[in-house]
Each structure stands twice: as C-alpha cells, then as structure tokens.
C-alpha cells in the first residue's frame, strides 16, 4: 500500500535539489544537506534506535527469533551466501515461481517508459498477503543480523526510492534501446542512505547470459570514485565503462551468478554497480533494500511512501524494520 508523503514545507527546495540525481550541488553535496535535515526531522527515532541498538541488540533479536546458523558478515562491503540455509528460503523460492508463472514474460511498462529493460513483478497490496513468506524472510534474525551489524543502527526496509521488496524480471526483450547502455545498466553508486545494504536472492540459475547483477568490491570502488571525482558536480550519476576501468581492472568486476537460491548481501552505497545488461535469457531477482531511519537524500520530502503488513503480536524488532514512523513511548520503550 502507498500513500502520499505528509505536507513537507521544505518540499519545492527539497524536489530541486533532488532533481536529475542531485546535479544542481552534486551528489556529495547533496547528501550533505539531505543528512543534516533528516537528522533534525528524525532526531528522536534515530536516537530511539540508536540506543536499542548499542543496548538491546541482542535481545531484540532473541524475541525476534534465534539465529539457525552462524552470521554472515560482509568483507569488503559485500558477502554471498550459497548455502541454502537461511529461513524460509524454500517457501520462499516456491512462492516466487508462482509469481513468475503468473506475470513474468509479458511486459508491462509502456514503450518509452522509464527502465523498459528492468520491471518489478511485485504487486505490494497483494502479495505480502498473499505469499508472507517474503517479509518473513526479510525480517528474520538471520538477515537482520548480517544487516544490523553493518548498519550499526536499527534500520528500515526502504519504504519510498526505491522500494524496499523488488520483484524484479531483467529481458533484453522488453529493453527500447537495446542497442545501447542506459539507466542502471550502467555503473553508479547509490546515494539514498549511508549505508544503505541490499539482500539480492536469485529465483533461476544465473549466468552471464542473464544480465548479471554486476559490482566492485568496496575497496576498488573507493580507489575509482577518489581519482574520477565521482559524487561530485565532475561527473554525472552514471559512469561509462570507459571511465571506470581507466581505473579499475575489468576483472575486478565480480559478477552475482550462481544457482536459484543464492543471496547477496551488498553496501549498495559503497560498492558501484550495474545490472540488466544484455538479458539474453530473463533474469528474475528479489531485492531488498534497508537503510538507516536518516537517509540522505529527499524523496521522503515529495514521493510516496511504501506501509509494510504489520501485526500487533509482531516482534519489536519486525515492527520497527517495517515501519518508519515508529516512535518510542514517552518512557522511551518500544
């Protein structure tokens, strides 16, 4: 479900500075800004969650649910998981298939629409009612652990740009300019939040013919935004190949292949990235994205808001991951 965002007087400025991502100050700049209001809007939640955090980490997940097996941690901003031993991930994937039956294939975004490359098969309303499955695993001690640890705050499955469940088809059949590179298909590092973490799992086998999800570790990504001035007014959003591996070596690049079931979890903010490239063969992928309660960026400000299923027998750690405006009691418990 989405609703419009609350009256922001800060909403016209807000919209500008966001405009063609953040070109008008640059990108760093920007984020500059967007934290420090942010932090001034959501001043009481984010210490609110802070202090649970430093404090109760471990026994917010303990309600949540034990962990099943080690915790994952991420090197060099990124970590993958092929194990298969996450909750929920065989539901999970049997549900996803009924999801691919029903609309995968067919296109959906009109000619000339933006990503006519990438779309999201996710109907929000419907299908976290329908398959629970996927907010379970979203939510589970197992995932929010890797995710919290990173974070280092108690975070929030986004709930705006961009959506924090992402059902997502890659087709080069669909794509309007198959013959050039455009969007996401080229590299960027996102700006939303820092950090801001993603949870990627593969629905089909993934090879080099679906379009990988493809990204530099965090320590290459570094060296190539000091030398090009990346996030600065030098450069736009999206780098060309050309321009990136003037710095990086092209076999730095690792691409998320692998068997149906696979999981990454990755810094999107610190690691550059691109996807849906030449999808010979459909690529189907859940994303899910969390981000700290501070974002760094302005779509909360204009853009519509995601409401996540939430129940009143939920963990406190489940209701806060889904839901953003969540704030603590006057005696400062949940």
């Known amino acids: ?30 984020m500059r800004v967007a934290h420090f209001y942010n932090r001034i809007k959501y001043r009481r939640e984010h210490g609110w969650r802070s202090r649970l955090y430093r404090r109760q980490f471990d026994e917010l997940l303990a309600e949540n649910g034990p962990l099943t097996r080690p915790k994952i941690k991420l090197s060099d901003g990124f970590a993958i998981d092929d194990s298969m031993s996450l909750p929920h991930l065989a539901q999970f994937l049997e549900d996803s298939e009924k999801i691919i039956a029903e609309r995968g294939g067919v296109r959906t975004t009109e000619k000339g629409r ?44 986004t709930n705006n740009v961009p959506s924090g469940i992402r059902f997502v088809e890659s087709n080069a059949a669909f794509d309007d300019k198959p013959d050039q590179l455009h969007d996401s298909q080229l590299y960027h590092i996102d700006y939303y939040s820092l950090p801001n973490v993603y949870v990627l799992v593969l629905l089909r086998d993934t090879t080099s013919e679906n379009g990988p999800w493809t990204f530099l570790p965090r320590s290459v990504t570094k060296r190539v935004t000091r030398k090009l001035g990346y996030w600065t007014k030098k450069h736009g959003y999206r780098l060309s190949d050309d321009q990136v591996y003037s710095v990086a070596k092209r076999e730095e690049a690792i691409e998320f292949t692998g068997k149906r079931g696979t999981v990454l979890f990755i810094e999107s903010s610190g690691c550059m990235h691109f996807g849906s490239r030449n999808c010979v063969k459909p690529r189907f992928q859940f994303m899910l994205g969390y981000s700290g309660i501070c974002r760094t960026d302005f779509h909360e400000t204009f853009a519509h808001w995601q409401n996540y299923c939430v129940h009143g027998d939920d963990s406190r750690l489940r209701k806060m991951v889904l839901t953003k405006n969540l704030l603590p009691k006057k005696n400062g418990s949940s």
């Open 1 to 30: 479900m989405f609703k419009k965002s609350k009256i922001d007087v800060c909403q016209p400025i807000a919209e500008r500075l966001q405009g063609n991502h953040m070109a008008r100050l640059g990108i760093r700049r920007t």
């Open 114 to 157: 933006y990503r006519s490359h990438f779309q999201d098969l996710w109907m929000p309303m419907e299908d976290s009612q329908k398959y629970p499955v996927f907010l379970d695993f979203a939510t589970c001690s197992d995932v929010l652990a890797t995710v919290i640890d990173y974070i280092k705050t108690i975070p929030v499955l």
